[in-house]
């Protein structure tokens, strides 16, 4: 009697086309740019002296975000980058600030400026009431440490909105 041997037939996978091919290796491309672009904007001592060049770093950092996130950028006195964090996280339209985290930032960095930085997952890069509110809070309570408030910036994937440049940072 002869054993019935079971042929197991490989499954192939799924061929994508050169369309999807393409794009998802430009996909990889994008995100190794980007992440080295951001590993350079990040190292200490680079310059942080235009509007256009802070607002283009968050937007790097923040602009895709899905959930709204709040930065600070600690700079020295020639404004240029001791570190940059994520101090706050918080959902889809709204994460809780809190200045004395700011301020023992900015101290226990030496800051003497800091550039704050948040998303609008909305993608409206409008300031909002709030927004104002604590970009006057913020500015007030570093004021009384000697560090200056140099912007705020409302970031989206596609703008970067800045408060100073509105007379509101």
Same mark, same amino acid.
């Given at each position: 009697?002869?054993?019935? $041997? #079971?042929?197991? !037939?490989?499954?192939v996978p799924r061929v994508a086309s050169s369309d999807e091919a393409t794009r998802a290796r430009d996909e990889r491309t994008i995100a190794r740019a980007?992440?080295?672009? /951001? #590993?350079?904007?990040?190292?200490?001592?680079?310059? &942080?002296?235009d509007v256009s060049t802070c607002g283009a770093f968050f937007r790097l950092r923040l602009g895709n975000e899905v959930r709204e996130h709040f930065e600070a950028a600690f700079l020295d006195t020639q404004h240029r980058l001791i570190a940059v964090?994520?101090? &706050?996280?918080?959902? !889809?339209?709204?994460? /809780? !600030? #809190?200045?004395?985290?700011?301020?023992?930032?900015?101290?226990?960095? @030496?800051? *003497?400026a800091v550039l704050l930085a +948040? @998303? +609008?997952?909305?993608g409206d890069a409008e300031? $909002?009431?709030?927004?104002?509110?604590v970009t006057a809070q913020l500015r007030s309570v570093l004021r009384v440490i000697d560090v200056r408030l140099l912007d705020h910036f409302v970031?989206?994937?596609?703008? *970067? !909105?800045?408060?100073?440049?509105?007379?509101?940072?």
């Amino acid at each position: 009697m002869l054993a019935r $041997s #079971r042929v197991r !037939v490989p499954t192939v996978p799924r061929v994508a086309s050169s369309d999807e091919a393409t794009r998802a290796r430009d996909e990889r491309t994008i995100a190794r740019a980007l992440g080295i672009l /951001e #590993r350079r904007a990040c190292e200490p001592g680079q310059l &942080f002296g235009d509007v256009s060049t802070c607002g283009a770093f968050f937007r790097l950092r923040l602009g895709n975000e899905v959930r709204e996130h709040f930065e600070a950028a600690f700079l020295d006195t020639q404004h240029r980058l001791i570190a940059v964090e994520r101090l &706050f996280s918080g959902s !889809v339209d709204s994460a /809780e !600030v #809190r200045p004395r985290i700011v301020v023992q930032r900015a101290l226990a960095l @030496n800051a *003497a400026a800091v550039l704050l930085a +948040h @998303n +609008h997952p909305s993608g409206d890069a409008e300031p $909002s009431a709030a927004d104002r509110a604590v970009t006057a809070q913020l500015r007030s309570v570093l004021r009384v440490i000697d560090v200056r408030l140099l912007d705020h910036f409302v970031v989206t994937a596609s703008q *970067a !909105v800045s408060m100073a440049a509105r007379g509101l940072a």
